[in-house]
């Protein structure tokens, strides 16, 4: 674990579906394992963890849900192109790839 244990108290205990860690102890806000990787391993705070958990959540949801022909023409895509496939068919902002390619390679600290 991390040196941020302390700031996520209290932390719960959560069965998984893997034999390796089969109890994991967890931030308590769902999705409890997901946002506790995020946090812990990828050093994100807990409130952006905690969006970006609930969102990568619903899409795994929908995702799961598609059939597969539906599913590959999105799985395929890296997250980047996604995200700017998105950004582009509602005039948002669509430069996830250009700036994952700009700063690839260059140590970007969290905020």
Known sequence: MS???NLYKPRVDVATF?????????VDVKPRVFNT????DLGITK???CKIGKAVE???Q????LDFGNREAIVNMTVAEL???YGKQEGAYCSFKKAQDYYN???VLND
């Not at 990787?37 to 812990?40: A, G, K, M, N």
């Open 62 to 65: 929908e995702a799961t849900a």
């Open 37 to 40: 990787y995020l946090i812990d």
């Open 58 to 60: 619903s899409l795994w």
């Open 3 to 5: 040196d941020l244990d």
């Open 18 to 26: 893997n034999n390796v860690e089969p109890i994991k102890e967890c």
């Open 47 to 49: 409130l952006r963890a």
């Open 83 to 85: 995200l700017d496939l």
């Open 105 to 107: 390679g260059v140590e």
